[in-house]
């Protein structure tokens, strides 16, 4: 299986991002607004606008691996978020 094994830490951006970023462009964002290092091994969860799609991304020791997912039904449900 490819994927994070043990006990992994997930960190979910709580708001939109421009979802024609890729892995190098989600891992600044990592940096920039979660203050978080993309290579720890945790996984970090981001979503776009519409809510039907997430993208993943996490270091593997080799590499940071991009997950991209569209539901073709429904939308994946997003924690709230108070400014």
Not at 49 to 60: C, P
Not at 65 to 72: D, G, S, T, V
Request: one cysteine or more; glycine letters at 10%; aromatic letters at 10%.
């Amino acid at each position: 299986m490819i994927g994070p094994t043990g006990a992994v830490k997930v960190m979910v951006a709580t708001k939109p991002v421009d979802f024609r970023k890729g892995a190098e462009g989600l891992a600044a964002l990592v940096r920039e607004t979660m203050g978080a290092d993309p290579f720890s091994g945790a996984v970090y969860v981001f979503r776009a606008k519409r809510t039907d799609r997430i993208k993943l991304i996490f270091w593997d020791g080799t590499g940071v691996c991009l997950y991209a997912k569209r539901l073709e039904d429904g939308e994946f449900r997003w924690p709230k978020v108070q400014d």
